[in-house]
């Protein structure tokens, strides 16, 4: 019983170690972060389509007005409060023709070949992997042009999308630590039980023996006196 109790204990203590409201906190906060990026993103796509299906922005295309375009596009991004707009000819090869950036400290983004296509295909890019750094929209343009336009975040955004990721990969991994050792904690109170009983029995058993075999060889004396054997004697123990 005072092992079972212990147990319980120690198993109500490391139980306590993990929170799950601060796992559910984290993963909410994580998920609200993802999804105001996502919007971003469909936001930057809806610019790119609207300024790719501009009949001014066709036009200076088929004319080869590069750098009217450039300027048309560049004031078009502006006013909708994008950071950045990029015309790419998708070749082969695949090329930039031109990069605006739209205020300061604001970087272009650098896509691979695959990640543009795939870009096109989805209809958005978010560069950066585990720590977003930037949200585009993609939306093509004639047949052989991608508009790319989209938005900086703020390297505080990044980083707390990081500090989040490492904190719920803790908790997480606390939770499984705290499982472990649940079951580790009771596996080892039942066994010690186990022990203990055999320990308890294997000590009554000799016990019990050594307690009853003067009672035992005194009952067969008796028995032999009684039946007539008078001269029998008891050896003391």
């Not at 796992?23 to 609207?50: F, K, N, P, Y």
């Not at 042009?145 to 975040?153: K, P, S, W």
């Not at 039942?190 to 016990?207: C, D, E, H, N, R």
């Amino acid at each position: 019983g005072l092992t079972l109790l212990v147990t319980l204990f120690l198993a109500r203590s490391v139980a306590t170690l993990r929170n799950p409201e601060t796992e559910r906190a984290l993963a909410t906060s994580l998920e609200v972060i993802r999804d105001g990026i996502e919007r971003l993103g469909s936001d930057a796509r809806q610019h790119a389509e609207v300024m790719a299906l501009d009949p001014e922005t066709e036009r200076l295309l088929r004319r080869g007005e590069n750098a009217n375009l450039e300027r048309y596009v560049r004031e078009e991004a502006r006013s909708r409060g994008l950071d950045y707009v990029c015309l790419y000819r998708l070749g082969p090869p695949i090329e930039r023709v031109f990069g605006a950036r739209l205020g300061p400290r604001i970087t272009l983004p650098q896509p691979e070949r695959e990640s543009l296509l795939g870009a096109l295909e989805e209809g958005g890019l978010i560069s950066g992997g585990d720590a977003p750094r930037q949200v585009s929209g993609a939306a093509p343009l004639g047949k052989n042009h991608l508009v790319l336009a989209g938005y900086q975040l703020d390297p505080e955004i990044s980083s707390e999308i990081l500090s989040l990721q490492k904190n719920l990969t803790m908790y997480r991994r606390l939770g499984v630590y705290t499982w472990l050792s649940q079951r580790s904690l009771w596996i080892f109170a039942v066994i010690w039980t186990l022990v203990l009983g055999l320990m308890s029995f294997g000590l009554a058993y000799f016990v019990s023996r050594d307690t009853a075999r003067p009672i035992l060889e005194l009952r067969a004396a008796m028995e032999r006196v009684s039946s007539g054997e008078l001269a029998h004697r008891v050896a003391p123990s």
